[in-house]
Every structure is written in structure tokens, then in C-alpha cells.
């Protein structure tokens, strides 16, 4: 019991990376058309919003401080970032501490910035030629991403760590009388995605604009004739897609140090995914990706890898292949949308 | 000649032309001038060439005939490669059998995949590839160790059986790869005033079979069944709707693609006796798509120049540094020569992959068929011009 628990457990976190990925895709796919192949390099730009924000709030300055000598009697140099200056030390050291939960709000402008740059400046060309061009165009531009952000960064993974108060571990299994440790961020980054998805989802839901991009997922031309102008709502929608996908960039550092090709490595589950779920369909690309996040943690147990040894590798792949030979259009695929 | 029309036998004398002679035509520097960085005539480089060009042909004939592309392309090269480096390690040094088993064994791993992924088309078909080119690299990775070795990558050892072979040479090392006695890695070097022209039996050995490899892809664009492949990359619907099983002629075709691709592998493996599982991740696969787009998928001509292009500048590029940019520049006042190097400092060294994907984004925005559309292009404007001129005197003349 607290194996499988546990094992849910794991599947979440990366589940709900798949999710948010995979949501963004599906949200550009349904209503642009475009097969966006630069999509894990938008989730690696978040990443690296968090590398940065941090490394902007530790920017400092030497002092030389009297009052403490080294060894040979001569003061001290001590650093003091200007953060920690201004807000006096123990403010501007919880604002240091938390820098991936502030990067949030840096990465939503620069995401959205990004996704409209994206947009106008390119895909926009791309909605009538083939998706295989689609595919190749977004795919070179990955690279060039993943090649800037390496020039930039370095090659190397570079550790971010979660503020202080969330690094920790917590009983988990309290809730069912069991004791199941559990990295806490894990969990935050859990139930932050829920809370994404949730606003997406009631955004698209409840809103008049939702409602517009709805009707233009549903038929855009007919929405077009009406008058209303669909290729700029479309346009913000992939702005918050980006976005999204930044978001879940931004989370994932302390989880795994970034790095500038994990936006490649996430790339290829993410299009398994979204072609689990259904192309096209919202509902199916979240529901896939914690079910597959799920899959891929139960698989890795050693009591399942001892009957059936490299299963952990490529549960999902498995799964992807029999889903798309049995079931064209995905599990919650809209009928008749990308069938053939 | 050899059943090609003028135009197909041109081309074909032109590529062998180019091949044969590659160890000239690339070595156009003296060994000690400065330029000599811009050599691409070592037998290591010319391989290289000459392997990418076949697997690159190998996915034109998928890609460019049909219309399927396909992101796991580099998974036949992978398999190509093991068996190569299996037969090296069990039978003999020689590379006949390696090649051939290297071309089978890929050959059926293709009819497996291919089979498969071809029951969908457009985008999913790609997802599929990719998907079991992921799957393969990761098998390779962990539970095949056994038959990849995992990380370390197959290697030669001294106690393999080799059993028409010996396991050791006489002097206790590892035995070299070899055409019948021909070491493929003897080089014959032929110092011409201040050049140096290397002539390598490994790299002739590829060039030979290249040329046999873009013979038969010339073959198939131009026969029935190539037909019949770009009737379905043009309309498959109409080609269902007439009847027709559309099946079998692309799963042909893939099969031959990944046979292709295995002979690639199994070529790289006879020329340097190991074999990685990297070969096979997806950024591998994508390098073959990007060689033919830049070539021009869907000509015969294309990807090789395709993959010369990409290997080429790999190589080069990758070997220009801030020192030898400042050579360059020298000519320039202090402060305007830093700010060019500056400017195409990140595009040079390790950054050659970002200017391999701007140009790969320029190349699919404005020129969809690759170098070789362009060079059309070019040859159509100065025709035009000339025409033009022509047809200005000509409107002239009647006045007069």
C-alpha cells in the first residue's frame, strides 16, 4: 500500500511537468494548427528565468569590513548583495531564498513577451503550409534557442535551489495513517500545476474571451464571419501557452537543475503526450500526461523491472504506440479532428 | 549509360567525379599557408562525407519521394553499426560481411518499425517514429547491455572469437579492419610541391559504394515505383480512391530508406570499429532531416550536398577561434576590429549549431528546396538577365 502511494506519488510531480507541457501544446495545436516543436525550448527559457532571477537577486557588492581581519590583521572583504542591503539582512535573505517563487513573476512577462515574438515574427507564416514544415521550422528554432541560452549559460547544469522552508521533506502518509516521506517541493510543484491548469481551464470556461477562443477552436472560420478578430485572441493564447510552459519551466528547477538541452529531452514525452491524450484536446492532454507520469513511476518499481527489466524505459512509448494504433484520435480526441 | 538518361548519366559522372577526386578537390590550401584550416581532404572528414551522404540519400528516398517524415531515422544507423561492430567481434575483420549484415539486420528492423508506423500518416507518423527510435535508445541504453555495452559503447576486444579471423595480431594488439588484406585505415600520402594529398582505402571504399548508392537512388526516382511514391506524396486520398494499396509501396520504400541507413551505419563502423548508443537519440535523427532540407529534399543531388554542407562546417567552423578571428580582422582599426569578433564570436567554435539552425529556419522560410533550389534560382536569374538583354537588342533591331 505505501509502495503504490508512494509510487502515485512520484508519477504526480513528473506528471504534472508532462502536463503543463503538454497542455501549452495542445492549447497552440488546437487553435493555431501549428505542431510546435520549440515547445521544450520554451519550457527550458523558464527554467532559466528562474537561473536568472536568482542571479540578479544575488548580485553584490564587496565592503571592506573593520571590524573582522584575516589572518595577517588586514580587514576583511565582505560581500553583501545589494538585495540584502536595501531591505536589511534578514528580508533581503528570505527575498534571496525564495528567487524560484519570484522568478514566477518575472517569467510570465518575458514568456508571454517571447510567445508574441514568436508568433508574429514566425509561426504566423507557417499556418497554411504542411505541418512537416511546421515541424522543421519549429525545430530549427528550438535549436537556435537551446544554442543562445548555451551561450549565455554555459553548458553545464546549474543548481537552483527551492527556498529554504519548502527543501524539506514531509510525512505524507499522515493523511492515510502510513508514514511516506515526500519531498514538500515535489509536492508544491504537484499542486501548482492543479492550480494552472484549474486557471486555464476556467479561463477558457468562463470568460467571454475563452468562450471566443472556444468557438474558434471549434470552427474559426465561422467565428471570423462574425466579425470577430480571431487571429489576435489566438495570438494571446499563445502568449499564455508560452507562457504556461515557462511557468512549468520556472517550478522545475529546483526539481532538476537546468540545463540547456532538457527542453529537447522533454520535448519528445511531451508530443507522446499530446498524442495519448488527443491532438486538440485540452481535457486529454492533461488527463495523459499525469497518467503516463503515473505509468512511468509504477514501472520503474523494482518489483515490476524484475519481470519485465527496461519496462521503466519505455512504458511510455509502449503505451503511445498501442493507443495510436488502436485508437486514432487518442483518448479524448475529438472526432473526425487529425484522424487520418 | 547504365539505362540513364543524358541529364541522370551527367549527374551521375559529376558525383563520381567529385568523389573520386575529393582528395584534391578538398585539399585546394598548401599544408603550410594559412589557409590550410579550411582542408577538408583528411581521410577522417572525407569518410564522414561520404557515410552522411549515403544515409541522407537513403532518407530522401522516404522523404522526399513519399512525403513521410520520419524523426528516428538514426535508430537504422545505430543497428547498422552494432551489427557491423557484432561481426567484427565474431566472425572476421572483414568488412563484406559486416556491411551485409549491417544492411540486413537494418533492413528488418525497418519492415518491423515500418510496418507499424506506416498504418498512420502525417504528423503521427512522425510521433511513431520517433517514439521507436526513443525506444530503441533507450533499450540500447539500459537492458541491451549486454548486446550495446550500455554507455561504454561496443567495442573490440582482445578476446573476441573472430573465429575466421585471429582474436590478437602477432603483436599482441587488437586486429584492424580490412577488405580482403586491404587495411582500410592505410592511407597512401602523395606530397605534390607544398601540398599533401592523402589517398585512404577506407575513404575510397565509401565513395565506391556512395556512388553505387546514388546510382540505385537515380534508378528509383526515375522507375515506375518512384512514380508511384510521388503519387502519394502529392495525393494519397486520390490514390486510395482509385483503388490503390498505398501500403506496400511505402513501407518499400522505408524499408529501403532504413537499409540505407543501416549501410551508413555499418560503413562507419567498418572505418572506426565501435559503435555508441548516441548514434540512435532523435537529435541524430534530426540531423539527417536537417542535411536533406538543406540539400533539397526531393532531388537526387541535394543531400549529399546536404550532408557535405553540414559536415563540412561542422568541422571548420568548430575549429575558428577568437585568435584566428583576429587574423582575420587585422586589417581593421583596434576598436571596430573587437566589435566584429564580438559580433560573430557566438556563431563560431562550439556555436556552430546556432548557425546551423538560423540557417536551417532561413533555408525551410525561403527556400524550401534547399541548396539546390537556390542554386536554380540563381542560374534561372542569370539566364533571365541574359534573355532579357537578348530580347532588348532584339526589340531593337526591327526599329532600326
Known amino acids: 500500500m505505501d509502495a503504490i502511494l508512494l509510487q502515485i506519488l512520484n508519477g504526480l510531480d513528473k506528471g504534472s511537468a508532462y502536463a503543463l507541457i503538454a497542455l501549452g501544446l495542445t492549447l497552440i495545436f488546437g487553435t493555431l494548427g501549428v505542431v510546435n516543436f520549440a515547445h521544450g525550448a520554451l519550457f527550458m527559457i523558464g527554467a532559466f528565468c528562474a537561473v536568472t532571477v536568482q542571479r540578479i537577486l544575488n548580485l553584490s557588492y564587496e565592503v571592506v569590513d573593520e571590524t573582522q581581519k584575516d589572518f595577517l590583521g588586514n580587514p576583511l572583504k565582505v560581500k553583501t548583495s545589494y538585495v540584502e542591503s536595501w531591505f536589511g539582512p534578514e528580508m533581503g535573505g528570505a527575498i534571496i531564498d525564495w528567487a524560484v517563487p519570484i522568478a514566477i513573476l518575472f517569467a510570465i512577462p518575458i514568456m508571454i513577451l517571447i510567445g508574441f515574438v514568436m508568433e508574429r515574427g514566425l509561426i504566423k507564416h507557417f499556418y497554411k503550409r504542411e505541418h512537416a514544415d511546421q515541424i522543421l521550422v519549429t525545430f530549427g528554432l528550438a535549436i537556435v534557442l537551446q544554442e543562445v541560452i548555451k551561450y549565455f549559460y554555459g553548458a553545464n547544469p546549474i543548481q537552483t535551489a527551492s527556498p529554504e522552508a519548502l527543501s524539506g521533506v514531509a510525512n505524507v502518509g499522515a493523511l492515510f495513517g502510513t508514514e511516506i516521506f515526500y519531498p514538500v517541493w515535489r509536492i508544491v510543484y504537484f499542486f501548482f500545476s492543479v492550480v494552472i491548469i484549474g486557471g486555464i481551464f476556467s479561463f477558457l470556461q468562463f470568460t467571454t474571451f475563452g468562450m ?19 487571429d489576435r485572441r489566438f495570438t494571446i493564447m499563445f502568449g499564455i501557452a508560452a507562457a504556461v510552459a515557462g511557468l512549468a519551466g520556472v517550478m522545475y528547477t529546483p526539481i532538476n537543475s537546468p540545463n540547456y538541452h532538457m527542453g529537447m529531452d522533454f520535448l519528445v514525452l511531451s508530443f507522446v503526450v499530446v498524442v495519448v491524450g488527443g ?3 485540452l481535457p486529454g492532454a492533461v488527463l495523459a500526461g499525469f497518467m503516463l507520469g503515473i505509468l512511468e513511476a509504477f514501472a520503474s518499481m523494482n518489483e515490476i523491472k524484475s519481470i519485465l527489466p527496461g519496462i521503466d524505459q519505455i512504458i511510455i512509448y509502449v503505451v503511445a504506440i498501442i493507443i495510436l494504433l488502436t485508437r486514432p484520435r487518442g483518448l479524448m480526441g475529438r472526432k473526425g479532428v487529425m484522424e487520418e | 549509360m547504365f539505362g540513364l538518361d543524358n541529364k ?3 549527374l551521375l559522372l559529376v558525383v563520381a567525379v567529385l568523389t573520386l577526386c575529393a582528395p584534391f578537390i578538398l585539399n585546394p590550401f598548401p599544408t603550410d599557408s594559412a589557409m590550410a584550416q579550411f582542408n577538408a581532404g583528411y581521410p577522417d572528414l572525407m569518410q564522414r562525407f561520404v557515410i552522411f551522404g549515403i544515409f541522407a540519400i537513403g532518407f530522401n528516398i522516404l522523404f522526399g519521394l513519399t512525403g513521410y517524415l520520419s524523426f528516428g531515422h538514426a535508430a ?5 553499426s552494432y551489427s557491423a561492430v557484432w561481426m567484427f567481434k565474431l566472425l572476421s575483420m572483414n568488412v563484406v560481411p559486416a556491411i551485409l549484415l549491417s544492411v540486413v539486420i537494418s533492413g528488418l528492423f525497418a519492415l518491423l518499425i515500418g510496418f507499424v508506423s506506416l498504418r498512420r500518416s502525417g504528423i503521427y507518423f512522425s510521433i511513431l517514429t520517433l517514439a521507436f527510435a526513443q525506444m530503441s535508445f533507450n533499450l540500447a541504453y539500459s537492458v541491451l547491455t549486454p548486446i550495446t555495452n550500455g554507455e561504454t559503447g561496443l567495442q573490440l576486444t582482445l578476446d573476441d572469437p573472430r573465429v575466421l579471423g585471429v582474436s590478437a595480431t602477432a603483436d599482441g594488439s587488437i586486429p584492424v579492419t ?6 582500410m585505415r592505410s592511407t597512401f600520402e602523395m606530397a605534390l610541391g607544398p601540398w ?13 559504394i556512395l556512388l553505387a548508392a546514388f546510382y540505385l537512388s537515380i534508378r528509383i526516382f526515375r522507375s515506375p515505383f518512384g512514380m508511384m511514391l510521388r503519387a502519394v506524396k502529392s495525393n494519397q486520398q486520390r490514390m486510395n480512391y482509385t483503388g490503390l494499396n498505398t501500403k506496400p509501396y511505402t513501407l518499400a520504400a522505408f524499408v529501403i530508406s532504413g537499409m540505407y541507413a543501416g549501410l551508413a551505419g555499418g560503413l562507419m563502423a567498418s572505418m572506426d570499429p565501435l559503435a555508441g548508443a548516441e548514434r540512435m537519440q532523435w537529435t541524430a535523427s534530426g540531423e539527417v532531416v536537417l542535411m536533406t532540407i538543406l540539400g533539397g529534399a526531393g532531388t537526387l543531388i541535394g543531400p549529399v550536398l546536404g550532408a557535405g554542407f ?12 577568437d585568435h584566428v578571428l583576429h587574423s582575420w580582422f587585422s586589417f581593421m582599426p583596434d576598436g571596430l576590429e573587437d566589435f566584429v569578433v564580438f559580433i560573430i564570436h557566438p556563431f563560431i567554435g562550439k556555436g556552430w549549431h546556432l548557425t546551423l539552425g538560423i540557417l536551417f529556419m532561413l533555408v525551410v522560410v525561403f527556400l524550401p528546396g534547399g541548396l539546390v533550389e537556390g542554386g536554380q534560382r540563381i542560374a534561372k536569374w542569370v539566364k533571365g538577365r541574359k534573355n532579357k538583354d537578348d530580347s532588348a537588342s532584339a526589340t531593337k533591331t526591327p526599329a532600326e
Open chain 1, 212 to 230: 471566443v477562443v472556444r468557438a474558434g477552436m471549434a470552427d474559426r472560420e465561422t467565428v471570423g464571419l462574425l466579425g470577430i478578430n480571431i
Open chain 1, 279 to 281: 491532438m486538440g484536446s
Open chain 2, 8 to 10: 541522370d548519366t551527367r
Open chain 2, 76 to 80: 537504422f544507423l545505430g543497428v547498422g
Open chain 2, 178 to 183: 580490412n577488405l580482403f588484406g586491404m587495411e
Open chain 2, 196 to 208: 599533401a594529398f592523402q589517398f585512404n582505402a577506407g575513404y575510397y571504399l565509401c565513395a565506391l
Open chain 2, 310 to 321: 553540414i559536415k563540412y562546417f561542422e568541422n571548420i567552423f568548430s575549429k575558428i577561434n
